[in-house]
């Protein structure tokens, strides 16, 4: 869990030892600067983060659309990422409600804006908004326990070109239609759907049509195959490296602190 990454991440390191640790790569953006400083100490030792698998599918289609040119300039972005339950009302407290062991990380915005960050880069400043609908869960003894983490948000941010992006998780939203992400430029609209089907269609066109995505373009899980070829030399950490876990953890962090204040937080925090 998210709490002992740091500890457990620069003990390894100090005894020689490559790393490989869990999504959420931390509980706030100070113990993941901890994290990537003492990497650095050790060039020697492979270091890296399990990515996000949410959006291996559609990863590679949308970064060659987007970087050929088919949206024209990226205008503003969509993500919607609901689950289609109603409030757990006296629900169990899982570790990801429990501020001790997820630290400020809020449902799966952190692993939504690093599948993001993939297709149009990272995020400038943040203003957030969220809402705890189950403040009370059972802990493991069945006692009501108070729960702080919010179970819904809804976050604006702006990316280095000026887009606007919205995205909204909740896990509060029954019968919601999950998952979708559209992505507007100036030339072109793609459409991804909750089974990750893409869509799209560019100016002078009267709907979307699908885009084909043969699975032998597709990414896929290569975690352990990545580690395992840096530590033998014959390959880089690029899914992900300790970097791209601060990124989402400073900007994870900017939507707690934004949540919290009511104030435009910029990045990096």
Same mark, same amino acid.
């Given at each position: 869990?998210? =709490?002992?990454?740091?500890?457990?991440?620069?003990?390894?390191?100090?005894?020689?030892?490559?790393?490989?640790?869990?999504?959420?790569?931390?509980?706030?953006?100070?113990?993941?600067?901890?994290?990537?400083?003492?990497?650095?100490?050790?060039?020697?030792?492979?270091?890296?983060?399990?990515?996000?698998?949410?959006?291996?599918?559609?990863?590679?289609?949308?970064?060659?659309?987007?970087?050929?040119? =088919?949206?024209?300039?990226?205008?503003?972005?969509?993500?919607?990422?609901?689950?289609?339950?109603?409030?757990?009302?006296?629900?169990?407290?899982?570790?990801?409600?429990?501020?001790?062991?997820?630290? &400020?990380?809020?449902?799966?915005?952190?692993?939504?804006?690093?599948?993001?960050?993939?297709?149009?880069?990272?995020?400038?400043?943040?203003?957030?908004?969220?809402?705890?609908?189950?403040?009370?869960?059972?802990?493991?003894?069945?006692?009501?326990?108070?729960?702080?983490?919010?179970?819904?948000?809804?976050?604006?941010?702006?990316?280095?070109?000026?887009?606007?992006?919205?995205?909204?998780?909740?896990?509060?939203?029954?019968?919601?239609?999950?998952?979708?992400?559209?992505?507007?430029?100036?030339?072109?609209?793609?459409?991804?759907?909750?089974?990750?089907?893409?869509?799209?269609?560019?100016?002078?066109?009267?709907?979307?049509?699908?885009?084909?995505?043969?699975?032998?373009?597709?990414? =896929?899980?290569?975690?352990?195959?990545?580690?395992?070829?840096?530590?033998?030399?014959?390959?880089?950490?690029?899914?992900?490296?300790?970097?791209?876990?601060?990124?989402?953890?400073?900007?994870?962090?900017?939507?707690?602190?934004?949540?919290?204040?009511?104030?435009?937080? &910029?990045?990096?925090?």
């Amino acid at each position: 869990w998210p =709490y002992m990454h740091r500890t457990l991440t620069l003990a390894a390191l100090e005894r020689g030892k490559h790393v490989l640790t869990q999504a959420r790569m931390a509980n706030n953006a100070q113990e993941a600067r901890d994290m990537l400083e003492a990497s650095l100490q050790h060039p020697d030792l492979v270091c890296q983060l399990v990515p996000t698998s949410m959006s291996y599918r559609i990863d590679n289609v949308l970064k060659r659309m987007i970087g050929e040119g =088919y949206l024209g300039d990226v205008l503003s972005v969509e993500l919607q990422r609901l689950q289609t339950r109603f409030p757990a009302v006296g629900g169990e407290l899982d570790w990801r409600h429990d501020e001790r062991f997820s630290g &400020y990380n809020i449902l799966n915005i952190g692993a939504s804006y690093e599948a993001m960050m993939r297709w149009l880069g990272q995020g400038n400043r943040v203003m957030a908004m969220s809402k705890l609908h189950v403040p009370y869960r059972s802990n493991a003894a069945g006692e009501p326990t108070s729960v702080v983490i919010p179970d819904h948000v809804d976050v604006l941010f702006e990316l280095a070109n000026g887009a606007q992006v919205h995205m909204r998780a909740s896990e509060t939203t029954g019968l919601s239609t999950g998952n979708e992400t559209w992505i507007h430029g100036s030339e072109g609209t793609i459409y991804v759907d909750r089974r990750q089907n893409v869509f799209a269609g560019r100016r002078g066109d009267s709907e979307l049509t699908e885009v084909p995505n043969p699975r032998s373009e597709q990414a =896929y899980n290569r975690v352990e195959e990545e580690f395992t070829n840096a530590i033998r030399g014959v390959e880089e950490i690029t899914m992900a490296p300790f970097e791209t876990g601060v990124r989402y953890m400073e900007w994870t962090e900017a939507v707690y602190r934004s949540s919290q204040t009511g104030q435009t937080v &910029y990045l990096p925090v």
